[in-house]
């Protein structure tokens, strides 16, 4: 006569508590992956408004003018697929663009990486230290 062996309430338990361990590791490790992705698609587009945006100028519109009516130069350049998407920053809020104070230069300001780089700066400042050794 062969015994049956069954799965005890306790095993099922342990399973069950080692599972969300690794679920609970992987999705910490997920959340920095996708703000740092977050921060890299806001300081890439804050660049290429800036740089679409300074080519206009260069073109001898007025810096002024251009930043007041940034989208439209945007789209008129056809160097961007989608402005509209192109506008939000990492997590979906539109850019502030503005004349710099001396008046030579586009500012394109996130409130959002501002806000992240605040909270997360002594996190970078290791994370550039690990990456220099």
């Not at 399973?15 to 609970?24: C, E, N, Q």
């Not at 920095?32 to 806001?42: A, E």
């Not at 500012?107 to 997360?120: E, G, H, M, Q, R």
Request: no cysteine; proline share 0%.
């Amino acid at each position: 006569m062969i015994k049956k062996r069954h799965i005890t309430l306790l095993e099922m338990m342990i399973v069950i508590l080692l599972i969300g361990i690794i679920t609970s590791v992987v999705g910490y490790n997920v959340k920095g992956s996708l703000d740092r992705g977050k921060l890299f698609k806001t300081e890439q587009a804050q660049k290429q408004i800036r740089d679409i945006l300074l080519l206009e100028v260069a073109k001898g519109n007025n810096l002024e003018e251009v930043v007041k009516n940034h989208k439209k130069y945007l789209e008129e350049s056809l160097l961007l697929k989608d402005v509209s998407q192109m506008l939000k920053d990492g997590w979906g809020d539109e850019f502030t663009i503005k004349v710099s104070r001396d008046r030579s230069n586009i500012d394109v300001i996130s409130a959002n990486l501002k806000k992240y780089k605040k909270t997360n700066s002594k996190d970078t400042v290791e994370n550039e230290e690990e990456n220099n050794y």
